[in-house]
């Protein structure tokens, strides 16, 4: 499916502010990048950084006191890799690549160290596999209500749960954290989303299954197959979509994203397992 | 300086366990290793996995049930970096490199965010520089008592401020938490200690200053210039020595470090600023 | 029915200690107490103090340095008050009686305000009166793990819900929570219990219905007309069993509870509601 | 000296609430209502309930939809006792009497438990007595901010001191916290308070020290020797000097106190301690 998307940022800068962004599209083989242009006015020094492990686009500015914005578009064509939900076991973590074992840590957010005995007392006997992770997306979305306004940018998914509401940032926490809890890999991911309304940064969540990593999203709010990935981290400290050092006040912000290709938007919402992995799974940790 | 060092571990396992270790000191520049070997008994199968973004050194190993240990031992020549601390400024946030960023946040038990009014409070104000982490060490040391049995593997840097006591882990996790507050980059060290008595595994903090990651002890119990990495990361839960999944019992411990040119430890602490980055400071993570 | 009850506690005192043990069965209208002793060796000055409010009997003892203990028995005639549960419904705050009020608010253990939304989600719907209080006991038995060891004297509310486990006390703070978080009033109540195996205090909670106290055990670990009251208050923290101020370790602990009419217990759970308030509801805080 | 003081409070009443109002002076010998008059519009049935332990007065008002205001208005004859700071002596936890024994117990917001190691690591070795709580009030005015905005009804004292800052009530939380924590009964003041500015309800604590209660103020921004006591009791959860149950939104509040005796302010604050126990120290909880 192709997909035109991007985000218009505009920020009042008081005094002197380091940004980092996080929002283009990550590089995988699933996500092929048709065109892509940013636009920052005024037209500062750009900083990249990729980070080896997950592969993430950083952009360093610098900006001076005064009006500043950001412009990103992107055309992208996205291949999903989609298999039957019932075939999908979960590794042991004996099979575990090393390099997949840190995605069953505690981060800062994700408190799955403490959610352990809720996770195994909710999840602990239930049949394992693709199933299990659903159910845990069933039960975060039957058990808390999406209420912007809930949560800050200190909330963990302990707090998340006792406070049984949050956003999509905080479904994916405790969807990350029960994962985890369970001994399943599990990390957050920050992206465009098709069929989110309204438009934003959307965050759901992967679990890593039978040797590859499949998108989940305990908000029901986007569709799984369309997805397009920004970052990937062990939660959202590691890819907010904006980090600013400094004083400054967003004024306005703009997301979009739009089929391009003529097709319209499914009629319903997949029944399939969807992961961007393609095609062998796990390559590395794109 | 040349030294010896190593460890024997060994375990009850009770049923199958996999076991994450980073036991195994770093490969750096500063850190010529001479000779290694790694024994164990049984004689399993072995996962090595070396992080791209910190270059820890894991090793994997699925355990039976039964009797297992594992002996380490190596011969390194460690060379420092030396400078006067008075010289060593503060590197402003606009000037960091982008995949230095990442040690400005928050992580699982370095709640720099939960800190940051405390941090502000009692070094806001304080001259910046290495003299300001070594403000930061001194306050830990003097406001913390060095008491094993106040801690596990869940409490997080707020949690230790609140208690007073901890362990090294625990004065890591506060000093990093600190400087991440006042946005100087820090990350958590695990090593071999010279001097450390009783010898034990160790763990200090690395604080990002004037280009150059510099080593912090605020337990003040091992010698700077004597520090031995084995893994460095955002907090404890990346490098813990050992990280079993499945049942088992730890049986026994032993750490072990000692001088091997035939020279005595220095009669005192030394002044200097030491950090392990060699020649060129910041040549990647390493 | 009539029961013979009691403790003997033993402590050796290491250096002065003050106790403030309660341990004496309350003085209310259903509750005649037969006889009662209690002796201490060595036979030390007693002081005894009354709440005016919960009418809590407090005992307070110096102890010196050596070895102490304490010795009570009493036989006593509990007659309780029974209902149909489905004919208790709840009683409106704005008829609540003043002195009625203050269980509503949260307190140390019980953190009624961090639970709110937890309870409102669980059980806001629920049909209101007796068995909603009911829902509240099944659902804290079917979720937690009754598992001694789980918790210590510092742990409240919201951190055995995360835990899922706990005893006695943790089970009642949890339902003495989600009670005033609904607008319930609800206090928590130390008792002998008969039934309770092996013997030891238990605690569970009374929730306030109907202008009356009714007695809930979430544990389901003794008969509800078989609770015999030491003491009723906010939470655990005002009614433990024994505070000392100094240094001394426990050294034995009994606590006993028998029917002395030669009748033997009711050959299965009583489904009526239990309450220790006679005759007239509401006479004050017995 | 004599004081006319009073407050009016206005609500916009969106559905039935109850309202639990405790903003009456307290009755204590030291404190001679002159005259008090308290009006409601529309003039509801009014409850008053006066705690048997601690004889705050409390006011019941059931508010049915509309506009709801209250003004209470009194002249009091306010008589402290005055003492030189170096003559009052921490009273042992073996001669403290039982009734003030239940100071010493964690409450809600008052988290001694969790502060003992904080507070007897800076102040255990501090010389005992009044002016050991005296320091306490300075290491909280120097080490805390007073910020409006920083916490919120659910704050504790220990989330206040990793905040440093705060308002009235978390300096009076911590200074509790601090004062149990050290084996010193204290417990939490709501009051008028001449020299205030601007102008509001206002929290400081009462220590128990030599048989006697004193008070502390921690903020330093009202005269000691013009706090009329409206309540006391464990923390603010028991205190609030308005609790109300329903959906309402306050509309306007004014506080007021002023000398009535022609006599103006003290030219500087008093170097005495305070304490309105009058004339026999402790005769019960007044």
Not at 21 to 41: P, Y
Not at 105 to 110: G, I, K, N, Q
Not at 208 to 233: E, K, P, S
């Amino acid at each position: 499916m192709r997909y035109t998307l991007g985000c218009s940022l505009s920020y009042n800068i008081l005094s002197d502010t380091t940004f980092i962004f996080n929002i283009q599209v990550a590089r995988l083989k699933s996500l092929e990048i048709l065109s892509e242009t940013l636009t920052l006015k005024p037209d500062l020094k750009r900083e990249i950084y990729i980070s080896p492990d997950l592969q993430n686009r950083y952009l360093g500015v610098n900006v001076p006191a005064g009006q500043f914005s950001l412009e990103y578009n992107a055309e992208v064509e996205l291949t999903v890799h989609r298999a039957d939900p019932a075939t999908i076991n979960e590794t042991p973590i004996s099979q575990l690549p090393l390099d997949i074992l840190p995605f069953l840590l505690p981060s800062r957010f994700v408190s799955s160290d403490r959610l352990t005995p809720f996770a195994q007392a909710e999840f602990g006997a239930h049949p394992k596999g693709h199933q299990r992770v659903n159910a845990i997306c069933n039960w975060i979305h039957d058990h808390l209500t999406y209420q912007p306004g809930t949560s800050d940018g200190e909330t963990t998914a302990d707090e998340s749960l006792l406070k049984r509401a949050g956003v999509c940032r905080d479904f994916a926490h405790i969807g990350t954290a029960f994962c985890r809890a369970l001994g399943i890999p599990a990390r957050f991911v920050s992206c465009y989303a098709h069929g989110l309304v309204p438009s934003d940064f959307h965050a759901v969540f992967e679990a890593y299954l039978d040797g590859r990593w499949w998108l989940f999203d305990a908000t029901r709010q986007a569709d799984l197959d369309g997805l397009v990935r920004i970052g990937v981290g062990r939660d959202a400290a590691e890819i907010a979509f904006s980090t600013p050092y400094g004083n400054m006040q967003p004024v306005n912000q703009q997301i979009r994203i739009a089929r391009s290709d003529g097709l319209g938007s499914p009629p319903q919402r997949t029944v399939d397992a969807i992961s961007t992995e393609l095609p062998a799974p796990h390559a590395g940790a794109a």
